[in-house]
């Protein structure tokens, strides 16, 4: 028997597809409502039996859904808000993205170990040029985006100081997660997503959907060779950990001129500890970076610093219940 860590991580990959599998299938949003069976769920679904009974039994011994007395499976209260397909913290898009795209990169990681990722890298195209790709990437990667991106910009929202700020740009903002919860706390903002052009459709959807116009509208652009729209504050969500410290700084550098003054830049990204050991969607995250990215993971610390050298002052944390957080920087 393998220490319960090791069995975890070993198996881990197992689970990964079954989980994505069931959200993919309709599985969990059928299991949020009751509890049934295996036959039951493959005839109303129009499943193969057999299969589901496999995948059911995998996720009850690891735990993501219940069996109960009766022989019924169920998504149990404490695990709904992530599997309910309806919830905004689903993590179904967010798997797609995984299995659709970074499944397919993480072979690289063999070649990084023994030549070096700008070597491996030279022959491979450029990570956004993957992520948007084709019309199905990209919205699989959006929709990673928004889920990872709005609930927890509704906790981030309130301490980012934003009843001082008449205008935002959200510095690749994908469909408007951040803009949305941001507009939806703050009357009289107005918000802008800057984004390549291939975005500009969903960004349209997502005014249309919410009932945003003249509120929110679009801007594109390529962040590396373009500067940003003039603004009061300039927003960076799971930006910044893309690229190297020197792209970082650039980019920093474009928020600073872009803000007037008293403006501010708002840094929303995961965290590591202080010691880096964790916290584990951190580390996982900060691998990931390696292979479908440039970038990697930083402390407030190594944030700040940056922030610093960008000539932004007065840095400020704000930690949210979730995986991810707020670092402040103001203009003067």
């Known amino acids: 028997m393998l220490p319960s860590a090791l069995e975890k991580a070993v198996y881990g990959v197992y689970a990964t597809t079954a989980i994505h599998l069931a959200d993919k299938h309709g599985v969990f949003g059928f299991l949020v409502d009751q509890a049934a069976p295996t036959a039951e769920i493959a005839d109303k679904l129009g499943l193969d039996e057999e299969t589901l009974d496999?995948?059911?039994?995998?996720?009850?011994?690891?735990?993501?859904?219940?069996?109960?007395?009766?022989?019924?499976?169920?998504?149990?209260?404490?695990?709904?808000?992530?599997?309910?397909?309806?919830?905004?913290?689903?993590?179904?898009?967010?798997?797609?993205?995984?299995m659709g795209s970074t499944i397919g990169r993480l072979p690289h990681l063999d070649g990084y170990l023994t030549d070096g990722k700008s070597a491996v890298d030279a022959a491979l195209p450029a990570p956004f040029e993957v992520m948007y790709?084709?019309?199905?990437?990209?919205?699989?990667?959006?929709?990673?985006?928004?889920?990872?991106?709005?609930?927890?910009?509704?906790?981030?929202?309130?301490?980012?100081?934003?009843?001082?700020?008449?205008?935002?740009?959200?510095?690749?903002?994908?469909?408007?997660?951040?803009?949305?919860?941001?507009?939806?706390?703050?009357?009289?903002?107005?918000?802008?997503?800057?984004?390549?052009?291939?975005?500009?459709?969903?960004?349209?959807?997502?005014?249309?959907?919410?009932?945003?116009?003249?509120?929110?509208?679009?801007?594109?652009?390529?962040?590396?060779?373009?500067?940003?729209?003039?603004?009061?504050?300039?927003?960076?969500?799971?930006?910044?950990?893309?690229?190297?410290?020197?792209?970082?700084?650039?980019?920093?550098?474009?928020?600073?001129?872009?803000?007037?003054?008293?403006?501010?830049?708002?840094?929303?990204?995961?965290?590591?500890?202080?010691d880096r050991r964790g916290p584990l969607p951190t580390a996982v995250m900060n691998l990931s970076m390696h292979v479908e990215a440039k970038g990697r993971h930083r402390t407030s610390a190594e944030f700040i610093g940056l922030l610093e050298a960008a000539g932004f002052v007065d840095c400020e944390v704000h930690r949210s219940t979730q995986d991810k957080q707020l670092v402040i920087g103001h203009k003067r």
């Not at 069996?67 to 599997?83: H, I, S």
């Not at 469909?175 to 997503?193: H, Q």
């Not at 997502?206 to 060779?225: I, M, N, P, S, W």
């Open 54 to 98: 496999r995948l059911l039994v995998l996720l009850d011994s690891f735990g993501v859904i219940d069996r109960n007395e009766d022989g019924a499976y169920l998504v149990t209260p404490e695990m709904a808000p992530y599997l309910d397909p309806r919830s905004p913290r689903s993590v179904g898009g967010f798997l797609s993205h995984v």
């Open 133 to 274: 790709k084709t019309p199905k990437l990209t919205e699989e990667f959006l929709a990673a985006m928004w889920e990872l991106t709005y609930d927890v910009s509704r906790e981030l929202v309130p301490m980012a100081g934003l009843d001082q700020v008449g205008h935002l740009v959200d510095v690749g903002g994908a469909s408007g997660p951040f803009c949305v919860a941001a507009l939806e706390a703050t009357p009289g903002l107005r918000a802008t997503v800057y984004e390549l052009p291939e975005v500009e459709p969903y960004v349209a959807d997502t005014v249309e959907k919410f009932g945003l116009q003249g509120r929110l509208d679009f801007a594109a652009g390529d962040f590396h060779r373009d500067e940003f729209p003039a603004t009061d504050c300039v927003a960076f969500g799971y930006i910044l950990s893309g690229w190297t410290d020197e792209t970082g700084l650039e980019l920093l550098q474009k928020a600073y001129r872009a803000c007037s003054d008293g403006g501010r830049v708002l840094i929303m990204d995961r965290l590591f500890d202080d």
